[in-house]
């Protein structure tokens, strides 16, 4: 039997198909949301501030910077050393009846002084530079430190802002559906409705804007760890209150000590007070001991010079196609007093520059000025570091006051709900007003989270300031 176009069987089949397709998406969405919540990521902000590390230019940088710095230190400590070449030079005649010969020589330069030297000194000034590089590395390293704890805790208070602009929003809708009651009652007016109304608007409004800006916060810590944008990501936020140990005063002296600024300039002055006894040094008179040794296949070349006492020397030694052994000096580079044939040569050469058309003297006056300007910085750097921890220490002091103000609202909105849920048991009090203690007990909560969030930064903060590296388990 039919009715309307369908039988009473196909009647009955139609909803066990929709139930069986309702069930089938169901299980898929639900799914779905299993997987998307597995591939949730759980990070500590000791993590956080491992992977910034990892993953921040600056240090990458400051780390390619300092291997550079350390090989320029490797070939400044060979240059001064024993540190011999060999060059092999050969010439292969392919036209006509010359002779191919080759010639193979050894030569250094030693620094016989091992203070005032050229080489000597392009030593310490690598070493000086390895320094330099080090301390920029560490400072990158307590940079990025510090930026990743910004970011860290930028969105644990978005996320606070999140659930303050929920909670608001909840509490909106709930006096907006007392106003209507009352208004159908006669005891508000239309105005009275419509504000409460426009006050779920403005909520629903901040909502949104708290959604988009933990969105943003959040993409912007994954890009700093080395995440993709959208990787779902989830913050450990419970962070305990832990004083500090040290007084404004350790602090100051622990900066004034071993601040940055202060040891990159005391070793800026270091580099720059070498260039200058370099511009003196070269208006000085040289004297060149010069001397050679030659023989059939062979010759020993030397020259040592003063003031620097740097010694040079050289063994060049000739292999050629032909029955003639003599060795040809004409290949190679001659000092004036190499013997035309077998046998020693020596002889004394002095250079002296009375006058370079000022040159030097203008050098010397440009190096005396940077000595004079990096003296300035070191002489203002103390009290500027003093002003800069008293003013972070302040700030760390605010902090800590809120926090301690926040924990004692707490206690006070606990103890508040605590008797008002024995008010409300004994039938003094409504569960609306129950519910709005509920609501100030939740937002002192979050109001101390987030106290405990900003006394952490601050800390981080003073540590930058004064000097000290950052350790995320001391905060």
Avoid: C
């Amino acid at each position: 039997m039919t009715h309307g176009g369908f039988s009473k069987e196909r009647k009955t089949f139609i909803p066990f198909l929709v139930f069986i397709g309702y069930l089938i998406v169901y299980s898929s969405f639900y799914a779905y949301a299993n997987d998307t919540e597995e591939k949730e990521i759980i990070l500590t902000l000791s993590q956080v501030v491992e992977f910034s590390l990892a993953n921040e230019s600056s240090v990458l940088d400051a780390q390619d910077n300092y291997k550079i710095a350390q090989s320029n230190r490797r070939i400044a400590q060979k240059e001064k050393g024993f540190n011999p070449a060999l060059q092999v030079t050969g010439d292969i005649a392919l036209v006509g009846g010359a002779e191919s010969n080759a010639l193979v020589s050894i030569s250094d330069s030693i620094a016989l002084n091992e203070t005032s030297s050229d080489l000597a000194n392009q030593f310490e000034q690598a070493d000086l530079s390895v320094k330099q590089a080090n301390n920029a590395l560490e400072n990158a390293q307590e940079n990025t430190k510090l930026k990743a704890i910004t970011a860290y805790f930028d969105v644990l208070k978005a996320e606070w802002a999140t659930e303050i602009a929920q909670k608001t929003l909840e509490q909106a809708q709930i006096l907006e559906v007392d106003m209507e009651n009352q208004y159908q009652l006669g005891m508000a007016s239309s105005v009275d409705l419509l504000k409460a109304k426009q006050t779920v608007e403005r909520s629903r409004i901040n909502l949104n804007q708290s959604n988009q800006s933990l969105l943003f916060k959040k993409q912007q810590l994954n890009q700093m760890i080395g995440y993709a944008l959208d990787t779902p990501i989830i913050l450990e936020n419970d962070f305990s209150y832990q004083p500090l140990t040290e007084e404004l005063e350790q602090l100051t002296i622990h900066a004034q000590s071993d601040h940055t600024d202060l040891r990159d300039l005391l070793w800026q002055k270091e580099i720059e007070t070498i260039t200058l006894k370099q511009i003196e040094r070269n208006r000085q008179t040289t004297i060149h001991l010069i001397g050679s040794y030659v023989e059939e296949n062979y010759m020993v070349q030397f020259d040592l010079q003063s003031p620097d006492w740097v010694l040079d020397w050289k063994i060049t030694g000739q292999l050629s196609e032909g029955d003639d052994d003599t060795f040809s000096t004409s290949f190679i580079n001659q000092d004036p007093f190499t013997p035309s044939s077998s046998g020693w040569g020596l002889g004394l050469e002095v250079t002296w520059i009375p006058f370079d058309g000022g040159i030097s003297k203008e050098q010397k006056q440009q190096q005396e000025i940077i000595l004079a300007q990096i003296e300035r910085k070191l002489n203002a750097l103390p009290d500027s570091i003093t002003l800069e921890v008293f003013d972070a220490y302040q700030l760390f002091l605010q902090s800590d006051q809120a926090a301690l103000t926040a924990q004692l609202e707490k206690q006070i909105a606990e103890e508040t709900y605590r008797l008002q849920q024995q008010q409300y048991q004994a039938g003094f009090i409504t569960d609306r007003t129950l519910n709005e203690s509920e609501l100030a007990l939740e937002s002192a909560n979050l109001n101390y989270q987030k106290a405990i969030y900003d006394y952490i930064l601050s800390k981080a903060q003073l540590y930058r300031v004064a000097g000290k590296k950052i350790v995320v388990e001391e905060l």
